[in-house]
Every structure is written in structure tokens, then in C-alpha cells.
């Protein structure tokens, strides 16, 4: 693959199409390439000049004298594959097609992105575009756009995937002074993507955050591991246009008719830590402040205003965003008392009326954010009183600067404020000039906080077998294929509850009267007769369950007058029997989990308020697989029926909360080992007092993904590797299971690096460790399978287990190297299970295509740079450290 470094800082920058003609592309770009002249070679390409701008001409990128790092191509798109064939020839690093002409014009664009496509695959370039705008890099002097505004270098990254909105909003950012690090317009995203330029930015140096415009994801997996590696440490902020699209139409369970692309795309953002926001100026705004190192600990806020009007605004946006204007404990009143004038508000927001001066402003703001019931305060000032608008601006930035809580600024007005503004942003101090922005701001910043907060909270272990017997169940599927059903029966789906153990009314097919007589006397009246046939998927639409049925006289007389309803019904449908079912006596709560497939997300899981009003209530969250405990409960939690579920309604007890997280994990489970299953409902399960029953199940097939080559297709987020856990027996005998790292193991871990030796500690991390903050652990524990692997060592003492050593292996945003590392408890050292880890490491390198890994060791670490070399690794050694790399390929 081309270097996407060398793409976007290059030294050599070929122009292919360059003009002098006015008003072409070709002469824009060119003249913005020009500004940065001295920074770079350029090399305009034209077979008609021999001249242009002053430089030398050349009539191919195939006579370019020197190699190229970026060519850009802005001739007719009929060109692009014979251009882009000689760009391959020629050894170019990376190319951005801006012509159009391509898929966007029907199928004689499509065919000639195809052709590209194929050249790509074939030299390995990198490619932007084509139909963009291209990007510019304002720290470098680089505009390789044909936009006519240059932005002032910042720190704000801006991905836009369409490029008329992205100029539009590029021109206003300019206009407003803001910024960036790079702006990048990604057009049709033939291979270059979202995932690769965060893969870019996490590790550019003058990003801290970054934003996009995003109408679709490109490739889904790349893209959330890509942000799931750098979420944490620079946010990325998305708006995300479509709420109201109509969702699929055919689909065929309640989940898929439900879960439509705007919740999905939601909650596949909040897996990763991603901040949505819904309008195009929070963009900008969050990105200046979601790095800030003063995000609020709660949504508790508390306001300062010396006017009543927006005060009443800001408090409508605060209920209208969830968050809370806190109450002021006493102690706060009193000392708000005994400064403010006798008829202030007395309440939060604290209204210290216009003729405030900027003493009273500075006394009620520091009273308020000492309060310990304000998590962050909002100050909001109208060009009034006694308070002039700069010396105001600058004592409020001294206290903001001062605080750990969160303050953000409200100057209302125009010429008489601009002053002001211009100081809160040369301290970097949120600013805005409506309360209902300053609002939204902190309630992002917030969400932000929180959600990284409970992303990587701790999970439970739970009870749940990872590799449940379930090879049965793929012959199955297979068998239901070949009598021509999508749909299982109510009995097959059954056989699949069974399997991950989740719990169930036990039920039995019966073929007639008699078999449903002798099932219900085994399962004990009252009973559920439900119609069983292929050709009725929602049984409740044709009437096709009787309830409550107590006895064997009943029985026959509901079985009979089922069946003839259903002919005289859908006479055409063909009737397998009917499946008898012990009833839940008792119902509490009815819940709904299910699954479908998304089209870009592929697999997602849908909980909520189930039943037969399930589809009007539509009271549901969205969580992509794999689930653990932690991730379980938050979907939970994200709906309206959770606060019953966890406090009871009125003569209904509270639900059994690890019953459930643990049927959600095991629903988890079901869906990561199938991607045979397209949709599949389990509506309703019942709550009864502390006891939870799925009572109706239903699985539809997805016929393309019988047959599969690579692991886990229907999944974007990798799940847990169960083929990496395997016993292993050290050179004593000690038994012990080497398996990948789990956030469970999180106390385990902490134990383990706590216990090393000072020697072995140093070793493995240049300096001695004993103490390690839950963010450490996490870093440790909460990993992306996709881009990194752990492989612990585990030992059991009794039901206690203990970890006693691990390797890691970090792969490189290009997947072409990985960094590793390896450490093993003292007192196992020399047993031979450091070369047994390291081993492992090279194979699974080997399995993700690297072509080299390597480790950076201390020159006094012996024992370790002898591992190295037994394994085949070449040994650099450098003043301060010792390199040791394994060529793969």
C-alpha cells in the first residue's frame, strides 16, 4: 500500500490537468498549490505546455523526473483510468481524483470507477475520491483544493463527505476565524474513508479533535475501530443527516420493522464514544471544547444572568436537553443574600439584574460553582449596567481557568460585546452568543464525559458459556433451507433459546388434538394454543393464540375452533400444527429482544418494551454485538420502561436486573455465532416476580450468508476470540489457560502488574508501576480485538485465578507493522511461557497480514533480546534502547 504520510504531507505534489486557462480547476488548484511553493516540489503535468505559472511543464506523471508523493487529477473522468495506470507505473504514494463523470452519472460512471478500483488494487496507491474537493493542510501550506479560502492553521480537523456543504461550511469557518488542522472532502470514497483519515488524524500532531459531515459510512468496521482507538483522546463529532428516512419496508419481525438507520447509526456512534449532534454550528462548537480538560461531572447546572428574559430561554433549553438547574443549597443562598439586592431571584438561574457590576458578577459566579450541587456553571450578560463587556470577559476567564467545573459564556449582542468574545477565545472559554447554544454545548460536553464513563465501565463476569454446543443448529438451519422455509418454527427457535441457555415457557409441537391433550397434561394447565404454519410469520395478526386455557374439555374445543378460523382465514396457508405452552400465570412486565441486520452496521440488538403493543409504543434502544454486562444494562437503561424495571409500578415488583443483563448477553452470544440469522424476535419475554420467560421466538433466514469465508460478516465490532484460549503446560508442570484479554480481567490485571518485581516492571515499562488508575486498566483490559490482541497467561488457585503473564501485540494504523510486548510474573519466569506467548503473538500477526512485528527493549533486558533472536528476530541496538523485529513476509 502507498504511504497515506507521504499522501498528506508530501514532498512532491504532481498537478495533473494543470492549466493557466482562467477560471478553470486546473488553474485554481495550481495557484493554490503555488502558495505553498517553498515547502514542496511541484510538478504541473500537461502534454499541450511547456510552461505553466513559471514552472516546468512535463507531458505525463510517467516524466516526472523525480517521485511523486501526491497527484492530483482534475481531467475528464474518461482519462482517469489510463492517468491513474500511469500514476501506478510510476511508483506515486497517493492520488486525489477531483474530477467527476463517476458512479454519480449512472453506469458508464460506475464501470469507469470500477477501472480504477482495479488499478488501486493493483499498484496499491491511495486514492481520494474522485468527485471531491480534495484537502488542505494549513500548518504545511498546503491547498490542494480548488477552493479560493484558505483557513487559518488550527487544531479542528473537518472530514465532509459532501463537498458543496463542506466549501459552504469551510467559507464560514474562515469567515469566523476558526482554525484547522486539515480539511479533507472525501467524495465518493472509492478507497480512501472515514476510517482511514481518523486512523490519519488520531496520530497527526496538530489534531485534538475532529469533526464530520457524514451521509454514509463507507466501511463500517474500519470506521468504529478506527474511532474507538482515538475517541478518547481527541473527539470526533458527527452530524449525521436522515432521521426521518423511512426505514426498510420488508422487513418481516418487529425489530427489523422498528430499528431504523437513524438509531442505528446512533447507537453505533455512543458504542465508540462518538459525539452526534443534530445542528451544523454544533460542530464547530463542540470541537473547541470537547478537549477541554474541564468536562462536567453531571448535567447539574447553574446559571448567572443580569437579565430575566434569556434566563427563562435557558431554563426551556435545559429541560428541553435533559439536563437540570440544579437548587442552590441553603449555604449558597445565604451568601448570595448578603451581596445581591434584596428582590434578586432567589433561585437558580441567579438573576443579579441589570444593573449588575462586575464585582456582583464575579461574587454570584464563584458562590454558584462552589456549591456542591453545580456541576458547571453558564454566565449570560447583556450589554447593560455597570459591568463593561472586556473587564467583565477577563475576570470571567481568570475564574474559568481557575475551576475545575466547567464555565461557558453567554454575550448577547453585537459590536458592544465582540470585545468580549474575542478575550473568552484567546483563553479558550467557551463563548456563545444565545443561551440555547451554550445549553447544548455543556449537555455535550456532558454526554461526552458520561458516555466514555460508562463505555468503559467494568463489566461483571456473568455466568454465560462462551462456546455453547450449537454445531446442531447450523444443520438445522440448513435442513429448514432445503424444504424451502425462511422461517423457522416456534420449536426450532426454541432448540436455539435452549442452546445459550436462555429461559423459556416450555412448549410442544402437536400435530392434532390428541398430541395437544397429552402435551398440556405434561406441562400443566393453564396452557397457550398458537397456530404453527410457514406461511403465518405474526400469529397475532390472524388471530392465532388462545390464551387461558384450563382444562382438557377447553382444550378441544379451542383447538377445533382455532383451526377452522384459520382456514376460513387463509385458506391457502399450510397448517404444521399447533404448539402447546405452559402459560406464565403471572405477568409482570412484557419486554421485547431482538435482532436484525443493518445494512451498514450489520447485526444490531433491539430491547424494549415488548408485547402486542410493541410496534405502537415503540419504546426501544439499540446496542451493537458483542455485549458484555456493562454494555447489557446501558441499553436497558436507555429506555422508558427501565425506571419500572428497576423500582417496580404500582403492584408490580422491580425485575430481576442480572437476569436480564445476563438473557441479553446470551442473545448476544446467539446472534455473534449466526450470521446465518437475519432477524430474529423474541416478543414477548415475560417478567414474573424475580423470574424472566421468553414466550415467543422467531428466526428468518438470511439465504446469502449460508455460506461465508471470513469470520464474523455480520459483525463491526470484533467479538471476544475464543480460538486464541488454550491450555497450556509450563516446563514444571504447571497447568495453565493462555486466552485473549476480557474487561472483566481488569482487577486481575491491576493484581498482576502491582506483584512485578521492580526489575520486571522496569523492563516492561521503562519505569516502576505499582499504581494503575481505572483509565490505565482500561487502556489495558477494554481492547479493540480488530487492531490489538492481549494474550494472558491465567493459573487457578482453588476458585481464585491469577494471572502470570502477558503479550500484546499493537498494530499500526497501516497495517503493516505491530508493536509487542511481553512480561511474565517473577516467579514464572525462565518456565517457558514468555517464548509460548511471543509465539502466539507472531501468529496471530501473521493471521492479520503484517508483514513485520517488533519490540523496543531495554539493552539490560538479556533474557528478553534472547527470546527475540530464538525466534527469528533481527536485533538493532541503539543508544538508549534495542529494536527487535520479526520479518513475517
Same mark, same amino acid.
Given at each position: ?831 517457558? /511461557?514468555? @517464548? &509460548? #506467548? ?6 496471530? $500477526? +501473521? *493471521?492479520?497480514?503484517? =508483514? ?14 534472547? /527470546?527475540? @533472536? &530464538? #525466534? ?6 541503539? $543508544? +538508549? *534502547?534495542?529494536?527487535? =523485529?520479526?520479518?513475517?513476509?
Amino acid at each position: 500500500m502507498g504511504d497515506i504520510e507521504k499522501m498528506f504531507n508530501p514532498n512532491s505534489v504532481a498537478l495533473i490537468g494543470a492549466t493557466e486557462r482562467e477560471g478553470a480547476i486546473g488553474q485554481v488548484i495550481m495557484k493554490n498549490l503555488l502558495s505553498g511553493k517553498n515547502e514542496r516540489n511541484l510538478y504541473p503535468v500537461n502534454p499541450n505546455k511547456e510552461n505553466i505559472m513559471g514552472l516546468e511543464c512535463y507531458p505525463s506523471i510517467t516524466k516526472v523526473p523525480a517521485p511523486v508523493d501526491l497527484a492530483i487529477i482534475v481531467t475528464p473522468a474518461k482519462s482517469v483510468p489510463s492517468i491513474v495506470e500511469e500514476c501506478g507505473e510510476a511508483g506515486v504514494e497517493g492520488i486525489t481524483v477531483i474530477s467527476a463523470g463517476f458512479k454519480e452519472i449512472g453506469d458508464e460512471g460506475r464501470k469507469l470507477e470500477e477501472e480504477i478500483k482495479t488499478k488501486q488494487k493493483k499498484y496499491g496507491f491511495r486514492l481520494l475520491g474522485p468527485n471531491c474537493i480534495g484537502f488542505i493542510r494549513p500548518h504545511i501550506k498546503l491547498n490542494a483544493t480548488f477552493l479560493r479560502r484558505n483557513p487559518e492553521p488550527g487544531q479542528i480537523a473537518f472530514i465532509a463527505q459532501s463537498g458543496a456543504l463542506g466549501s459552504a461550511m469551510l467559507d464560514w469557518a474562515v469567515s469566523s476565524h476558526i482554525g484547522f488542522s486539515m480539511f479533507a472532502a472525501l467524495g465518493s470514497m472509492l478507497e480512501v474513508d472515514f476510517g482511514d483519515l481518523i486512523n490519519y488524524l488520531g496520530e497527526d500532531p496538530y489534531t485534538r479533535s475532529i469533526i464530520i459531515y457524514m451521509e454514509s459510512v463507507g466501511n463500517a468496521r474500519e470506521f468504529l475501530s478506527a474511532a474507538r482507538g482515538f475517541a478518547r483522546t481527541k473527539p470526533i463529532i458527527i452530524i449525521k443527516p436522515g432521521k426521518y428516512v423511512e426505514g426498510a419496508k420488508a422487513a418481516v419481525s418487529h425489530t427489523g420493522a422498528m430499528a431504523g438507520d437513524y438509531e442505528v447509526y446512533a447507537a453505533a456512534f455512543k458504542r465508540v464514544g462518538i459525539v452526534r449532534v443534530n445542528e451544523l454550528e454544533d460542530l464547530f462548537n463542540c470541537a473547541s471544547v470537547l478537549d477541554s480538560r474541564y468536562l462536567p461531572l453531571g448535567s447539574r447546572m447553574a446559571a448567572v444572568t443580569n437579565a430575566g428574559g434569556p434566563a427563562v430561554v435557558l431554563a426551556d433549553e435545559v429541560m428541553e436537553q435533559g439536563g437540570e438547574l440544579t437548587k442552590l443549597s441553603e449555604k449558597t443562598l445565604q451568601t448570595l443574600n448578603s451581596f445581591l439586592p434584596h428582590y434578586w431571584s432567589h433561585r437558580n438561574p441567579v438573576d443579579i439584574l441589570g444593573d449588575a457590576d462586575v464585582n456582583r458578577y464575579i461574587q454570584a459566579l464563584q458562590a454558584c460553582l462552589s456549591d456542591p450541587n453545580v456541576d458547571g456553571a453558564i454566565t449570560i450578560y447583556t450589554p447593560q449596567g455597570a459591568a463593561p463587556s472586556t473587564v467583565l470577559a477577563e475576570a470571567v476567564s481568570k475564574i474559568a481557568n481557575e475551576r475545575y467545573k466547567p464555565v461557558i459564556t453567554v454575550w448577547m449582542g453585537e459590536q458592544e460585546v465582540r470585545e468580549g468574545r474575542d478575550i473568552f477565545y484567546r483563553n479558550n472559554i467557551p463563548t456563545y452568543t444565545t443561551p440555547e447554544q451554550a445549553v447544548r454545548t455543556y449537555m455535550y460536553m456532558y454526554k461526552y464525559a458520561r458516555n466514555l464513563e460508562l463505555l468503559y465501565e467494568t463489566p461483571e463476569e456473568l455466568p454465560v458459556d462462551r462456546t455453547p454446543p450449537k454445531s446442531h443448529l447450523k444443520v438445522l438451519i440448513r435442513k429448514a433451507l432445503r424444504a424451502g422455509r425462511k422461517v423457522l418454527t416456534a420449536e426450532e427457535a426454541d432448540s436455539f433459546l435452549d442452546v445459550y441457555g436462555i429461559p423459556r415457557a416450555k412448549g410442544v409441537l402437536a400435530k392434532d388434538v390428541d398430541e395437544a391433550i397429552r402435551a398440556a397434561s405434561t406441562l400443566g394447565y393453564p396452557v397457550v394454543l398458537k397456530i404453527v404454519s410457514p406461511d403465518i410469520i405474526h400469529k397475532t395478526d390472524v388471530s392465532g393464540v388462545v390464551t387461558g386455557i384450563k382444562s382438557e374439555k377447553e382444550l378441544k374445543e379451542k383447538f377445533t375452533a382455532l383451526i377452522d378460523r384459520i382456514h376460513a382465514e387463509c385458506s391457502e396457508a399450510k397448517i404444521e400444527g399447533m404448539y402447546v405452552q405452559k402459560m406464565v400465570d403471572k405477568i409482570d412486565y412484557e419486554l421485547i429482544l431482538g435482532s436484525k441486520k443493518d445494512r451498514d452496521f450489520g447485526a444490531i440488538i433491539l430491547f424494549g418494551s415488548g408485547g402486542v403493543g410493541v410496534n405502537v409504543f415503540r419504546d426501544f434502544s439499540i446496542g451493537l454485538p458483542p455485549l458484555n454486562q456493562v454494555l447489557a444494562g446501558r441499553i436497558m437503561q436507555e429506555t422508558k420502561i427501565y425506571k419500572s424495571l428497576s423500582e417496580g409500578l404500582r403492584n408490580c415488583p422491580p425485575a430481576n436486573l442480572k437476569l436480564l443483563e445476563e438473557i441479553i448477553v446470551k442473545f448476544s452470544n446467539l446472534i455473534v455465532d449466526f450470521p446465518e440469522i437475519a432477524e430474529m424476535d423474541i416478543n414477548p419475554i415475560t417478567i414474573s416476580g424475580s423470574d424472566a420467560y421468553a414466550v415467543d421466538s422467531r428466526i428468518i433466514i438470511d439465504t446469502e450468508c449460508i455460506s461465508y469465508s471470513e469470520p464474523y460478516p455480520h459483525l463491526v465490532v470484533m467479538p471476544y476470540p475464543t480460538k486464541y484460549v488454550m491450555p497450556y503446560r509450563l516446563k514444571d508442570g504447571t497447568e495453565v489457560i493462555l486466552r485473549p484479554i476480557r474487561p472483566e480481567d481488569e482487577q486481575m490485571e491491576y493484581e498482576f502488574i502491582r506483584g512485578l518485581s521492580e526489575e520486571s516492571s522496569r523492563f516492561r515499562f521503562f519505569r516502576i508501576i505499582k499504581d494503575l488508575s481505572h483509565e490505565d486498566l482500561v487502556r489495558f483490559c477494554n481492547i479493540d480485538y480488530y487492531r490489538e490482541m492481549a494474550i494472558i497467561a491465567e493459573l487457578r488457585e482453588g476458585d481464585r485465578r491469577k494471572e502470570i503473564g502477558v503479550s500484546r501485540l499493537i498494530i499500526e494504523p497501516n497495517k503493516k507493522r505491530g508493536e509487542f510486548a511481553l512480561v511474565i510474573d517473577d516467579k514464572y519466569q525462565g518456565k517457558g /511461557l514468555g @517464548k &509460548k #506467548l511471543l509465539d502466539m503473538l507472531i501468529t496471530i $500477526a +501473521e *493471521e492479520k497480514g503484517l =508483514e513485520s512485528i517488533y519490540g523496543i527493549v531495554l539493552p539490560e533486558n538479556v533474557r528478553m533480546v534472547n /527470546l527475540c @533472536k &530464538k #525466534l527469528g528476530a533481527t536485533v538493532k541496538h541503539e $543508544a +538508549e *534502547e534495542t529494536i527487535a =523485529e520479526i520479518k513475517l513476509r
